[in-house]
């Protein structure tokens, strides 16, 4: 059977919800035909004739170009029973065009992207979702933000995302170290983009300073960047932690490295002894998964991480890494100091992180679910859809 994935973000993009839906893609291309209707990107070269994206960048013109690309591929592939969206953003692209097409719609959702405030978007968008085949929340915490926007729950399947093996580094941790200046240090990392809901500067100010005190050795490295090509995050966070790390004069243990490549990215995730994500639990904005904890238990590396929004999803309390409350910068000061004082404990965290990320959140397993979505759907009767 066949698929049309209709999605504003998608790589060359940067980001998480990117990789998420490109690795979907490769693990669902393994069962299905798959042509994928996604937006301008500056550099976008594809050389799959089933990726299709708009010559001009723009919002509108991408919802032009997928409504009516998709129609006509719909029209010319009677093999394609599903039209997947990649955001509840799609969703009235995918609404309408399963609607005419009688075609079954499947809608992932990831959080931010349920509860965006502007009435516009709630009216259209969010409320559309009422109307689907399917929903796909990345987490418990972001089905819940779904039933509260009205969508019924047996129409709501939580599935998490999923991730690749990637490339490994043929050093080893101290060589990796020495490659990045970080001889001898303890290493504390971030990686993700550099949103305000993150928390960065929070626990610059907040922690840090007090894990140095007691931790000589530390220093702290942040992958990532400015969401530029985002549509609702436009600070310049960046430039906000750059100013921030110099005026508390630490600019020999923090070090901003922006986005890496996959083999550097391996690289750093060898060199480092912990993770960290400081989320911060804010209104109109949220953490709807946390997929870079799983990427980094996947590589071996456990984390510590606030318990806001999807997050208590990726991390298993006390087995692969460790749970603090937001805003409790106490306890997440403690927790760092104590494990990076505690090697063994550590250890025994990033074996439990490896084992889970491999046997939870691999795409095989995660493509699986999806294909029982599909199957759950497919016998949905047409008259079912029109009733709604």
């Known amino acids: 059977m066949g698929i049309l994935v209709i999605s504003w973000n998608f790589p060359p993009r940067v980001g998480g919800l990117e990789n998420l839906i490109a690795g979907l893609c490769c693990g669902l291309k393994k069962k299905h035909s798959l042509v994928v209707i996604t937006s301008w990107a500056s550099g976008a070269a594809d050389r799959d004739e089933r990726v299709l994206r708009p010559r001009w960048p723009g919002l509108p013109v991408f919802f032009i170009f997928a409504m009516v ?5 719909l029209r010319r592939n009677p093999e394609i029973k599903w039209i997947l969206g990649g955001s509840a953003l799609v969703c009235p692209l995918v609404l309408v065009l399963a609607r005419l097409l009688r075609r079954k719609s499947i809608i992932l959702v990831h959080g931010l992207d349920v509860i965006y405030p502007r009435r516009v978007y709630q009216a259209l968008c969010v409320r559309a979702l009422r109307f689907c085949d399917r929903i796909v929340p990345n987490s418990r915490y972001t089905l819940s933000l779904a039933e ?11 599935i998490p995302p999923g991730i690749d093996d990637g490339p490994r580094p043929s050093h080893g941790a101290e060589e990796v170290k020495v490659e990045f200046g970080v001889t001898r240090k303890k290493v504390l990392l971030y ?4 949103a305000r809901r993150k928390g960065l500067k929070e626990f610059l100010q907040n922690s840090f300073p ?5 931790v000589p050795e530390v220093c702290f490295l942040i992958v990532g960047g400015n969401p530029t090509e985002s549509l609702v995050h436009h600070e310049d966070v960046a430039g906000e932690l750059k100013g921030q790390i110099q005026s508390m004069k630490m600019q020999d243990r923090i070090r901003l490295l922006g986005w890496l490549g996959d083999d550097d990215l391996a690289k750093v995730y060898r060199a480092a002894d912990l993770m960290v994500l400081p989320a911060l639990a804010m209104k109109n904005d949220v953490e709807g998964f946390g997929i870079v904890v799983i990427e980094a238990a996947a590589a071996g590396l456990p984390a510590v991480a606030t318990r806001v929004g999807g997050i208590p999803d990726a991390i298993e309390d006390g087995m692969s890494g460790i749970l603090v409350d937001a ?3 106490e306890d997440m000061t403690r927790t760092i100091v104590n494990l990076l004082h505690d090697g063994e404990k ?7 992180a490896r084992k889970r990320a491999a046997e939870k959140f691999s795409w095989e397993r995660i ?3 999806y294909d029982a979505v599909f199957e759950a759907v497919a016998s949905t009767a047409p008259s079912d859809i029109e009733r709604r």
């Open 148 to 158: 509260e926007k009205g969508i019924s729950r047996e129409r709501l399947v939580v």
């Open 210 to 214: 007090r894990i140095v005190a007691e």
């Open 367 to 369: 493509a699986k679910q």
């Open 327 to 329: 805003n409790a910068y």
């Open 346 to 352: 550590r250890r025994i965290l990033s074996d439990y």
């Open 69 to 73: 690309r998709g129609f006509l591929v």
């Open 191 to 194: 990686v993700g983009r550099l």
